[in-house]
Nanobody, 125 residues
Framework: QVQLVESGGGLVQAGGSLRLSCAAS????????MGWFRQAPGKEREFVAG????????YYEDSVKGRFTISRDNAKNTLYLQMNSLKPEDTGVYYC??????????????????WGQGTQVTVSS
């Protein structure tokens, strides 16, 4: 099992940047495929970005391509999401998620086994 704790959220003006972190417990973090999701009020949880266990492959939801970067440091058991050029529509609770898998391209919440508690990101216009 793995436990996930997100941090780094906050209030930022449109065009600004934030860096989210997700600290994972356990010694097998490097064997997990990871993802970031977000959920706006009244909306379903949606995929934002994903990364394979090694970090060699990443993939993104279309609206964040070129603005967000997902990365991981397996030595530190930490997942990151660098968010630049933020827009008001990026507002929501951001969650990191893990799956004990080498699969690439996981995008559905049901495909992930472990979740953090979330961190709030608010982008003002």
């Amino acid at each position: 099992q793995v436990q996930l704790v997100e941090s780094g959220g906050g209030l930022v003006q449109a065009g600004g940047s934030l860096r989210l972190s997700c600290a994972a417990s356990g010694r097998t973090f490097s064997s997990y495929s990871m993802g970031w999701f977000r959920q706006a009020p009244g909306k379903e949880r949606e995929f934002v970005a994903g990364i394979t266990w090694s970090g060699s492959s990443t993939y993104y939801e279309d609206s964040v391509k070129g603005r967000f970067t997902i990365s991981r440091d397996n030595a530190k058991n930490t997942l990151y999401l660098q968010m630049n050029s933020l827009k008001p529509e990026d507002t929501g609770v951001y969650y990191c998620a893990a799956r004990a898998s080498i699969d690439y391209g996981l995008r559905l919440p049901s495909e992930f086994d472990y979740w953090g508690q979330g961190t709030q990101v608010t982008v003002s216009s």
